[in-house]
């Protein structure tokens, strides 16, 4: 078969277009990928905080919760005392300069440990010691109980608020793994919750009764779950 002079120019032209395209095509995406590449780096390095935050409000993810808690506040949080938790649950807040949700420090700081565990669970004295406090008042700690450790190592206090109900009285002596108190602090269904938006166990320890003298609870406690894995 014979090629016409026209079909050997369309021919000519095609390929000739096609070859162009590709050449345009490579040096177009080429550095577009690049910068593509580059910006997807850069926005996963500072939005990992806000993804997270994201993922933790996924309600299709019944896992997102926990996976939330364990990525940003268990690893930065080393419970390494030498005294029990006063309830098992999980740590809602940290003691410290409280973080807003891009995981950033906020001017609030938090002289406790939040630990949230199933509703009303009891809580527990961590260490022999005399109730010194046993208060019912309305207050933004709600119930609160404190208690005067004195130990031949150490004397310090701790105190537990949102309590939904207060089983100790002023003066009673207790030892390690005596019921205090419920948790409480659900607004709306607890009494005298306090200033609190969930239910959960505030807990503070201090060197001495006055709240200046807090310090991290982390120090103090352990978490039995965690030694036993
Ligand atoms: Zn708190």
Do not use: C, W
Not at 192 to 200: A, C, D, I, K, R
């Amino acid at each position: 078969m014979a090629i016409s002079p026209k079909m050997a120019y369309t021919i000519l032209t095609r390929v000739t277009k096609k070859k162009n395209l590709k050449i345009i095509l490579i040096s177009i995406l080429t550095p577009v990928g690049v910068v593509i590449f580059i910006l997807t780096l850069i926005i996963t390095i500072l939005f990992a905080p806000i993804n997270a935050f994201l993922e933790f409000l996924n309600p299709d993810d019944i896992t997102s919760l926990s996976s939330f808690r364990d990525k940003f506040l268990k690893p930065s949080l080393v419970l390494n005392g030498r005294y029990p938790m006063p309830v098992d649950g999980n740590i809602t807040s940290k003691y410290g300069y409280r973080n807003d949700p891009f995981g950033r420090p906020t001017a609030e700081f938090h002289r406790g440990l939040d630990i949230q565990p199933k509703h009303h669970s009891p809580i527990i004295s961590i260490a022999d010691g005399e109730v010194i406090k046993a208060n019912t008042n309305i207050s933004s700690y709600g119930n609160y109980v404190m208690i005067k450790h004195e130990l031949v190592e150490e004397t310090f206090y701790t105190l537990s608020a949102h309590l939904s109900q207060v089983l100790v009285r002023v003066g009673q002596k207790v030892v390690v793994g005596d019921v205090i108190g419920l948790e409480g602090g659900e607004p709306n269904k607890d009494t005298n919750p306090g200033s609190s938006t969930g239910h959960h166990l505030h807990f503070e320890v201090r060197t001495t009764p006055n709240k200046d003298s807090s310090v991290d609870p982390a120090l103090y406690i352990f978490d039995k779950e965690e030694n036993s894995k």
